[in-house]
């Protein structure tokens, strides 16, 4: 019986491609290993960084491949309001330790803390300036020294606001300066968020609208 050479070869190629698409398809379905991360170097998004922000991401690059883990995290700020300013650094933070906030029902336990529009509100108004019970009562349209009292009492009791001991004035309430880092950042995680432009590797964009402003 004599071969047909072209049909022999039409199936091989359909078992190939057969086999490839198992192939493509078993990858996808490979999960990432948990606890470890590749070096990624100049692969990274982040193509026109600073020569600063690429030695912190190496720094950071570097300690996952040593040790594991999900992911490192630095950050810097700086707040003031009035005359009190607050300066916070935080290098290689461990990405673990932060899911673990969610694991451990806290991360649920402090969101739904302030989860309010008028606690939010009134922290708002505590980080701009110190503030009165009554003053925060004209300022945000409370009917009542009660209802600010009522949204002030969880703020006081998770240790985020308390009464200034330093102010000649009595009553008057601050945001805990060692909370401020914290709120200021939750709100930079909120923007990140909303705002993708980072958060998509868009530096030179980015980059740009924040000059933009500057300039006006």
Known sequence: MERNLEQEIDELKNQLNEIKELLAQKVKEKPLEVGHIRKMGESNTFKN????????????????????????????GIFSSGDRQSTWVSEEGNTDNLLELIETGIAEKVLKCIGNNDRLNILLSILRKPMTVAE??????????????????????????????HSEAKGKYVVQPHKVQG????????????????????????????????DE
């Open 49 to 76: 960084k600073s020569p600063e922000i690429k030695a912190i991401l190496d720094r950071a690059e570097n300690k996952c491949e040593e040790s594991g883990g999900t992911g490192r995290i630095t950050y810097v």
């Open 136 to 165: 925060l009562v004209t300022n945000g349209g409370y009917g009542s020294t009660g209802q600010v009292y009522h949204h002030l009492k969880p703020l006081i009791t998770a240790d985020l606001i308390t009464e200034d001991k």
């Open 183 to 214: 709120i200021i950042m939750l709100l930079a995680g909120i923007s990140d968020m909303v705002d993708e432009t980072y958060t998509k590797g868009d530096w030179d964009k980015a980059q740009k609208e924040q000059n933009e402003d500057v």
